[in-house]
């Protein structure tokens, strides 16, 4: 397993005078950073790039700037799937100019937008539909699509680990993964254990936070459970740190984050990543015993 962190972290917004962050990334021991982007992020797509590689760090792309609301695969109105789609892929070619390893979040919907009804009978048709081309698109430029589970507080779409299983499947294509966050599954699930091993097929990385969106350890995620099943599954993807730093202004509260977990983006990953290491180290001492 590797260690990751996102950037909201340190940044509210990615740009060509925040690459130093990379660098303090890496001295703090991280090897997967994650930039979120959008129509309102503009940077020298070959200027992160060429500090990635010279750091020797993978990148991760998710849509966290400005996403249109009517961009999306899930939406009843073809014409916005249609729109979603050809949007996304805009962040596919992104990813690929910058070497990403994944495109990854909730984008078989549009986080923020939860349509309280019941599900039309075709809904997870047309976004399964949506995916797969998307997916396919990806896969010719080598970057792979991870998608997230997220509460029933951002979309009614995707909350838990069977739902995600199952428009996968529906969408039938191998480059289709799934990315665990222990946040947003604090409200869905009960066993996080079985969600892992439900997710286990296409688990392609895990954002492990605390319930409270702060640093992992101390609240109430069973994170015995978590690391128990991860090494159950062989799991070797990315855990990557999330949350917004509240000393960025009005940052966190923009972002609906309304108490101080990261106000030193630094010392939540040093804490973070110690926190993570122990577990992984106790459990590969004891696979290592005789």
């Known amino acids: 397993m590797r260690y990751g962190a996102h950037i909201y972290l340190f940044t509210d917004h990615w740009a060509d005078d925040q690459l130093h962050l990379l660098d303090t990334m890496k001295g703090l021991g991280v090897d997967v950073a994650e930039i979120s982007v ?38 009843d109105d073809p014409f916005h799937r249609a729109a979603g789609l050809e949007w996304h892929k805009r962040q596919v070619d992104l990813s690929a100019e910058l070497g990403a390893l994944a495109y990854a979040g909730a984008i078989y919907g549009h986080p923020g937008v939860v349509k309280r009804r019941r599900p039309p009978v075709d809904e997870y048709k047309h ?89 992992p350890g101390g609240g109430i995620v069973p994170w015995d459970a978590v690391f128990d099943a991860l090494f159950e599954i062989g799991f070797d993807g990315p855990l990557t740190l999330e949350s917004y730093n509240s000393s960025l202004g009005d940052f966190a509260y923009q972002r609906g984050l309304f108490h101080n977990v990261c106000p030193d983006g630094a010392e939540f990953v040093r804490r973070g990543i110690g926190f993570l290491s122990e577990h992984i180290n106790r459990r590969t001492r004891a696979i290592d015993l005789p």
């Open 127 to 215: 976004t399964a539909e949506g995916l797969h081309a998307l997916a396919d698109y990806a896969q010719k430029q080598g970057v792979q699509i991870a998608l997230e589970p997220m509460s029933h507080f951002r979309t009614h779409l995707v909350n838990t680990p069977d739902q995600l299983m199952h428009l996968i499947t529906l969408a039938d294509h191998a480059n289709l993964y799934a990315l665990f966050d222990t946040y947003h599954a604090a409200t869905e699930v009960r066993d996080y254990a079985t969600a892992i091993r439900t997710l286990g097929p296409r688990l392609w990385g895990v954002h492990p936070c605390e319930n409270d969106r702060g640093v």
């Open 38 to 75: 959008g129509d309102d992020i503009h940077f020298t797509h070959a200027l992160t790039r060429a500090r990635a590689e010279k750091l020797d760090m993978d990148l991760v792309i998710g849509p966290g700037g400005t996403w249109p609301v009517e961009c999306d695969l899930s939406a």
